[in-house]
Structure formats: structure tokens, C-alpha cells
């Protein structure tokens, strides 16, 4: 019953400070939307490419390749790449340099050379692919002529203008913006517990109530877990109201396992409060606050909770740094579980909030043990 | 019955001796004078009969039992008024009493009566539903006090429950004390006004140096110093020199300042009025009168320590 008497006297103290609530719930609103707004391009996953014009060289005097490769610039010219003859006098490769054509094609004897345009990467690919597939269907046309004249022309029709198969892999279900800083930024909130926590004993020592706590007839662990207990359940009912506000609001996606996302974001808090009591005890004084503050800023930072912070940018001292947020650990499993529906990956996530909330609470209640008072 | 008793106590902060070897027994029914300057162990005292210090050595008990071996009893019976204010200013009158009231095992319609019958008690029934933020710094005062005695506890300790406050509701307080005490509440009572200790305790202590260097109501602690004459000097005006100017003459233990008058302590036996008159005169002071007074409970506590009490 003291338990509850306190946590609920700790959750009045945590709504009526307006200032700090505000800040809980409308700073990450609304740098949700600025942010997420601000890089929707950064997230875009579509590229439009637009009509590809190649230029063609027909060195070889006519001849099989020659009346091949006109069939397939017929064929493709459908799907908007066009195949035109280089100028007479023109040099195709400084057509390309010059960005006049995407590509420039040589026919030879000796075969086909293609020279893209460095600037027109994705365009340059697709041709690319598609001369690819044409020189294989063209080796095996020449291969069967060699053998059975009459049937080259079954070969070369076969697979018809299928020279470019397109294929993606759940390419609906990527974040964008918006759902990336909702996810980024709930989870930030949920570490902003430590800051809370590191006021949590300080913060009755400075109005000097630690006084009437100690001398009540209630064990320390009692008011211990009530404040723990009070700091967890507002904390976290400020994360329900981020993740609502995203869901209805701003339209965010958070995926099928709703219980699962919780779940992490529950280890999570605890194990920020637990990180920012263990602060609070070890470095004693008003000064704790501020190096908590820091340590869950730049935890926030390195875990991407600003920008994305993608896997190859993980290497080295930043690597290192990356990985050691929490948030990080968060996001990146969070990620896995609402866009690639993967629940196990929430697993490592709940362990190592566990175990470091363990480790955490454990130096708290030894330090508050040795101390007189709270 | 004694409420309490203190045998062999001890602190010690390091090398610093804060309390040495302490004794004291208070009989149920006193206000209780606990006398010292800053420093000389008396918050120490009461932070131990608090338990909020664990003492080096020696023994408390409350109501006869042992506090370290039955805390929870003692806890029980016990009310503390802490020196700098104990309350939360983001929760109102009543859910500040009701809440500390909550932690001595009081609920429902009981709890809502003794926190309700605090309130009343220290003259804040009517703001009950106001936040202590929006209160004067009498009415926090006496909000700290209603927190301290919803529960009923026997044995309240007030530590300096008047500072800071306007004389109204120093009186309000002062009267609340003697209400208490009426009401069977033993009360240790520390304070830097002496005029208070004077006026409400039954029986004084004074500490210095961690130890009780006397004891007992304030006819027996006057009747001590027979020896000492209290002077009382009024000046045009006073420039703080005065205590080197008279140091030499024979016969003066102390001499104190307050505002334009001087006070000289000396030894009763001495007659050295007139030297000292004409120690002022010569140094071109202006004098506007000159009482000799009945030692008092400050006299007392100056001669004994050295100190006054605000030192």
C-alpha cells in the first residue's frame, strides 16, 4: 500500500509539472513532424527515370548482328529506351561525356561495346542489362544457326521484350520520414526516463522531504520501488501517447505486433530509470542530472534519434559509439519487427535492457543500502 | 514515564567528534529546550533520534524501547518538523498531510480525519485545495507542522519551526506548541530565539562541543551564574570596536553588540562600572543609558559556551 501511496504521489508530481511535460510530448511531436517532413526525400525509396536515348555505331556492313540488334532496339523502344544512329562526324563517346545520350553502342565484328554515362547511373544499368540479355540471346541464336539454321529465328523470339524483369522485396513496407521519426522518436522519449530517474532521490533530498520519507515507519525499499514503480508508469504512459499521436495523426506505421513494440519499449524504460537512478547514486549531487542529461543526449544522437544511422556506418570509433545506445538497439530491432514482421528480433533487445536494468538496479540498491538516509 | 533516553551517544564523522558521549532523559509531558550554537551537535542529535544517522556508539530509546532494535515502534511515535521545509509545493495542503499521514499506516475515512483535524489544528482548513506555492512563508511553516502530527505521534521534535517567519505566525505556532503539549504530546523544541525557549520550555538543555554542558528549567540554569553581571549600554552609535576597547578592563568576560547597545558580561564580584563607563567616554563614545540587568537565559548560554546563540 505505501508502494502505491508513493508511486501515485510520484505520477502527481510528473503531470503537474507542465514545463517538463510539455517538453516530454511536444518536443518530439513536433520535431517528429519538422523532421520528418523536412527529409521525406531522404527516405524516398522511388526513382523516376525518364525516356533513355542510346546512341548506336553499326560498324559491321550489315550481317546477323546488325538485323538482330534492330529487331531488339525495336522491341525495347516500347518500354521508352530508344536506340538512334550516332550523327555522321559525331563522336559518341563525347555525346555521352556531354550528357547529349545516355549511352553509346558499338557494333562490330568483333562484338558489342557499351560505353554509359557515369551521371545517368541508373539508366546506364538499364541498358546495360538489357544488352546483356540481348548478347546472350544473340550467342545462343548464333550457337543454334551453327547447328540448325532454321530454328534461329524461334530463338531470338523467344522471352519476347522480357529483356528487364523487375523484382522487389516487400518494397511497400520501408519507413518513410514520418514513420521512421515516430518509431525514432518514441523510443528516445522512453530513454528520457533516466533524466526523470536521476532526479528521483535528488529530487526529495533538494525539497527536503527525504527527511519525512526516511523517518515513516516504511522500509527504504518501499519507497525505492514506489518512486521506481511511479517514474515507470508515467514515463511510459508519455510513450502511449507519442506512439497514438503518431499512429492517428501523423498516419506512422507501427506494424502487427503492437504488444511486442511495447514490450521493448516497457525494458526500455526500466532500464533507462534504473540507468538513471545508478547515475544519481554514483556521481552524488546536483551535478549527476547533468552528466545523465549528456550521456542520454548523446545516446539519442549516436542512436539515430535525429538522422538515420544506417548499418555501413558502422564501422570504427562511430561504429563503436553506434552501438552502444540503447536507442540503437531499440530502433534496430524495432525496425525488424514492424517492417519485416521478424518478432525475434525484439528478443536481443528485451535481454539487454533487462540485463543492464539488473546490473543498474543492483549498484542502486547497494549504494542506497551503504548511504544514511535515502 | 520517560519518552526518552539517550545513553553513550556517540558521533562521529571521521575524526570529527559531532556528538561525545551524550546522556539525556526526557519525562512524557515536557517541552523540551535543546539549546546550541551552529555546530555543536544538536541536528546531529536529532537527526539520530530520527534514525536518519546511525549513531557511532551508544544507545536511544523511545518510550523505553530500543530504536535500533525496534525502529518501526519508535517511527511510530515519533513527529519530526524538520528545520528547512518538508513539504511538496506541487500538491495541496491536504494530499501533503494525507500523504505522510498514509505512510503510518493510516487509510480511508481515518486517515481523511486526522489529516483534516491537522489542517484545522494549524489553522489551514481553509486552504486545504490551495498548492503550497501560492502560500506566505508562515502558512509553509505551519503546513510542515500539520504533516508532522496527523499521525498523533507522542514525541514531536521541532527544530527551529519559527525561522523566517512573520511574528503572527510565530505566535501561531508558539501557541500550536503549548496546544500540543496540553494535548499529552512531549516536544523537543530547538530554536535560535531565546525570548521562545524562555517562554515555552519546561526544562533546557545546552550543547556545545557534542556534550550537555547543563541541563535543567531555566530558575535552575540562571541560579548557575551567580557570578555574572549582565550590563547593558545603549550608544549614540556603535562601530564594532567596543569589545577590544573594553577587554582590558577587570572584571569583563564578554561584550555583545546588538544594533546600538553593547552588553558586558563580567564578574559579579568586579565593581568596574565606572572604569568601563570611562573606557567608552575617553574612546569619544556617546553614551545614552546604562542598565544593569538579572541574568537570563542568554547570559546563561553566553557565559557557558563563549558564544551567542545566533553564532
Redesign the interface.
Given at each position: 500500500?505505501?508502494i502505491l501511496?508513493i508511486a501515485i504521489?510520484e505520477m502527481?508530481?510528473d503531470f503537474?509539472?507542465r514545463r517538463t511535460l510539455l517538453f516530454m510530448l511536444g518536443f518530439p511531436i513536433v520535431l517528429m513532424l519538422i523532421l520528418g517532413l523536412a527529409l521525406t526525400n531522404a527516405f524516398s525509396s522511388e526513382i523516376s527515370v525518364g525516356d533513355v536515348k542510346v546512341a548506336v555505331k553499326d560498324a559491321t556492313g550489315g550481317g546477323p548482328l546488325s538485323e538482330a540488334f534492330a529487331g531488339f532496339a525495336k522491341e525495347v523502344g516500347k518500354t521508352g529506351v530508344t536506340f538512334e544512329p550516332l550523327k555522321p562526324g559525331a563522336n559518341g563517346r563525347e555525346e555521352v561525356e556531354n550528357n547529349h545520350v545516355s549511352g553509346y553502342v558499338e557494333l562490330t565484328n568483333q562484338g558489342i561495346s557499351l560505353y554509359g554515362s557515369s551521371r545517368d547511373a541508373i539508366e546506364s544499368n538499364i541498358v546495360q542489362g538489357m544488352l546483356a540479355s540481348f548478347t546472350d540471346k544473340y550467342n545462343a541464336a548464333a550457337a543454334v544457326a551453327r547447328i540448325e539454321p532454321a530454328k534461329t529465328e524461334m530463338v531470338l523470339a523467344t522471352g519476347g521484350s522480357d529483356y528487364i524483369r523487375e523484382l522487389s522485396v516487400d518494397a511497400n513496407r520501408t519507413p518513410g520520414s514520418v514513420d521512421y521519426y515516430a518509431l525514432a522518436m518514441t523510443v528516445m522519449v522512453g530513454m528520457w526516463a533516466a533524466m526523470g530517474a536521476g532526479a528521483l532521490i535528488q529530487g526529495e533530498v533538494l525539497?527536503?522531504?527525504a527527511?519525512?520519507?526516511?523517518?515513516?515507519?516504511?522500509r527504504k525499499s518501499e519507497i525505492f520501488v514506489g518512486k521506481m514503480l511511479g517514474g515507470i508508469i508515467s514515463n511510459l504512459l508519455c510513450v502511449m501517447v507519442i506512439i497514438l499521436f503518431s499512429k492517428y495523426v501523423f498516419k506512422a506505421y507501427w506494424g502487427h505486433h503492437m504488444g511486442v513494440v511495447i514490450a521493448v519499449l516497457v525494458s526500455e524504460v526500466v532500464m533507462a530509470m534504473s540507468l538513471g537512478l545508478a547515475g544519481s547514486y554514483l556521481l552524488k549531487g546536483t551535478a549527476s542530472r547533468g552528466v545523465i542529461s549528456l550521456v542520454v543526449q548523446l545516446m539519442s544522437f549516436f542512436g539515430g534519434a535525429y538522422f538515420p544511422i544506417l548499418d555501413d556506418e558502422g564501422g570504427g570509433l562511430m561504429g563503436f559509439l553506434v552501438n552502444l545506445s540503447p536507442i540503437r538497439w531499440a530502433n534496430h530491432g524495432l525496425t525488424q519487427v514492424i517492417y519485416a514482421d521478424n518478432v525475434s528480433a525484439a528478443w536481443p533487445v528485451l535481454m539487454l535492457n533487462i540485463g543492464f536494468a539488473a546490473l543498474f538496479l543492483g549498484v542502486s540498491i547497494l549504494a542506497m543500502r551503504r548511504r544514511?538516509?535515502l | 514515564m520517560n519518552i526518552l533516553d539517550i545513553r553513550g551517544l556517540t558521533k562521529k564523522f571521521g575524526d570529527f567528534v559531532a556528538v561525545d558521549n551524550m546522556s539525556l532523559t526526557i519525562r512524557e509531558g515536557e517541552i523540551f529546550g535543546f539549546l546550541g550554537a551552529n555546530g555543536a551537535g544538536k541536528s546531529t542529535t536529532i537527526n539520530m533520534i530520527s534514525s536518519l544517522l546511525r549513531p557511532t556508539s551508544g544507545e536511544i530509546r523511545i518510550l523505553e524501547k530500543d530504536i535500533a532494535k525496534q525502529s518501526r515502534f519508535a517511527k511510530t511515535n515519533l513527529g519530526i518538523v524538520p528545520q528547512d521545509l518538508a513539504i511538496y509545493e506541487d500538491m495541496t495542503a491536504y494530499e501533503n498531510v494525507s500523504f505522510f499521514a498514509g505512510l503510518y499506516g493510516l487509510r480511508g475515512d481515518k486517515l481523511k480525519e486526522r489529516a483534516e483535524e491537522a489542517l484545522e489544528f494549524v489553522g489551514l482548513s481553509d486552504k486545504a485545495k490551495s498548492f503550497p506555492k501560492n502560500f506566505s512563508g508562515g502558512m509553509k511553516r505551519r503546513l510542515n507542522i500539520a504533516c508532522a502530527i496527523a499521525h498523533k505521534p507522542k514525541l514531536i521534535i521541532m527544530d527551529e519551526p519559527t525561522v523566517g517567519i512573520d511574528p503572527q505566525s510565530r505566535n501561531y505556532i508558539l501557541t500550536s506548541v503549548r496546544k500540543l503539549n496540553e494535548s499529552g504530546c512531549t516536544i523537543i523544541y530547538t530554536s535560535h530565539y531565546m525570548e521562545e525557549v524562555e517562554e515555552i520550555c519546561s526544562r533546557i538543555a545546552i550543547v556545545d562541543h557534542g556534550k550537555i554542558i547543563a541541563e535543567g528549567t531555566k530558575e535552575q540554569l540562571k541560579s548557575t551564574i551567580t557570578d555574572v553581571k549582565d550590563i547593558r549600554i545603549e550608544l549614540k552609535s556603535v562601530q564594532g570596536t567596543e569589545g577590544e576597547l573594553l577587554k582590558p578592563v577587570p572584571g569583563v568576560r564578554t561584550v555583545l553588540q546588538e544594533e546600538n547597545v553593547i552588553r558586558v558580561h563580567s564578574d559579579a564580584a568586579v565593581d568596574n562600572l565606572n572604569r568601563i563607563l570611562k573606557q567608552l567616554m575617553d574612546a569619544g563614545k556617546e553614551i545614552r543609558s546604562v542598565e544593569e540587568q538579572e541574568p537570563n537565559l542568554e547570559t546563561v548560554f553566553l557565559t557557558l559556551t563563549g558564544r551567542n546563540l545566533r553564532d
Open positions: 500500500m505505501n501511496s504521489k502527481k508530481h503537474r509539472d525539497r527536503g522531504t527527511v519525512r520519507l526516511v523517518i515513516a515507519p516504511i544514511e538516509g | -
